[in-house]
């Protein structure tokens, strides 16, 4: 088992950042990829980034493509989120999940998942 923490969310202006946080705990010795996802009011779940176990490959939807990035510290088990020139777009519900083995866009790859980070950004 491997439960996962998000923190770091919060209410940003448009054209601000925030960093969210992701830690793991538990059975962190396999191989994970680790992925965000978000959920906004009346919307259905989507996918804004993986990162592969290494922290050597990486993909985004394309809404957030130059703008967030996410990496990952093995040491702390700890992922990240760096969110730069926020928009009201992407105010939702931040969701970090973890995958065995390669993660890739699709919910139904990952197998843990964390509570979530409300972010809200105001125009």
């Known amino acids: 088992q491997v439960q996962l923490v998000e923190s ?3 209410l940003v202006q448009a054209g601000g950042s925030l960093r969210l946080s992701c830690a793991a705990s538990g059975r962190t010795s396999s191989n994970y990829a680790m992925a965000w996802f978000r959920q906004a009011p009346g ?3 989507e996918f804004v980034a993986t990162v592969n176990w290494s922290g050597t490959s990486t993909l985004y ?4 493509k130059g703008r967030f990035t ?4 093995n040491a702390e ?3 990240y989120l ?3 020139s926020l928009k009201s777009d992407d105010t ?3 969701y970090c999940a973890a995958s065995v083995g390669y993660g890739g866009r699709s919910a ?7 509570r979530g980070t409300q972010v809200t950004v105001s125009s």
């Not at 939807?61 to 957030?64: E, N, R, W």
């Not at 996410?70 to 510290?73: A, G």
């Not at 139904?108 to 964390?114: A, D, E, K, L």
Request: aromatic share 14%; charged share 20%.
């Open 8 to 10: 770091g969310g919060g």
């Open 43 to 45: 919307k259905e779940r």
């Open 61 to 64: 939807v394309d809404s957030v």
């Open 70 to 73: 996410i990496s990952r510290d």
């Open 77 to 79: 088990n700890t992922v």
């Open 82 to 84: 760096q969110m730069n």
């Open 92 to 94: 939702a519900v931040y």
């Open 108 to 114: 139904g790859s990952y197998i843990y998942w964390g």
